[in-house]
Each structure stands twice: as C-alpha cells, then as structure tokens.
C-alpha cells in the first residue's frame, strides 16, 4: 500500500492506464475508486480523497489525497477497515442510513 498527497502529476508520474472508476460522493467530499493496470497488465486500486475548496481570491481548488493498494495487501486492507468501521458503529452507533455497507464482501 502507498499514500501519497496527490496533484494532477501523480498519475503520470506512476503510470497506470485506467480500467474501471467509481466515484463516490459524500457531502463535501468525492472518493474515487479506480482501478489501473501496470505494463504487465497487472492490476491495483487507487483510492482517492477530494475535497474542494474556495481560495482567497474566490477561486475553487480541490485538496486530493491518494492511497495506493495492491493485490497482495487487498484482504489486510479490507480486514483492517471492517475492524475500525465495526468498532466506530459499537461506539457511535449511526440512527439512520441511506446505505448500509457490508465489508465482509470484499
């Protein structure tokens, strides 16, 4: 796994053709779930967080975070996030949702 704070060079700076993109909005937030390949034909996930906001002359820019995650690391990451998703939800338990997630799929 690789995280990294992201501009618009990251992409071509790690290479990576698209396959498949979901995003995913939230409030403020936007969340992209893509899917890349390597030359090998070789796939990994690129998660990316972006939040716009507004500078000072009124112009918007958006602050965007990216995680890099592998194969091999996919059931770890997956284990990891259940975990603390399960002890947020015991802790400050949600009234009511518009989706309820299950991460015992992935």
Not at 6 to 16: F, I, K, L, S, V
Not at 20 to 45: H, Q
Request: aromatic share 16%; with cysteine.
């Amino acid at each position: 796994m690789y995280f990294e704070d992201y501009d618009n060079n990251a992409q071509n700076e790690h290479g990576g053709d698209d396959v498949y993109s979901k995003p995913v909005r939230a409030g403020k937030r936007t969340y992209f779930f893509d899917v890349k390949a390597t030359k090998g034909n070789d796939y990994y996930l690129t998660i990316t967080e972006s939040k716009r906001r507004v500078e000072h002359d009124g112009r918007y820019v958006y602050d965007k975070h990216k995680i890099f995650l592998y194969k091999e690391d996919f059931e770890k990451f997956a284990d990891g996030l259940q975990e603390v998703v399960n002890y947020i939800r015991e802790r400050c338990p949600v009234t009511e949702t518009k989706h309820d997630v299950n991460f015992e799929d992935l």
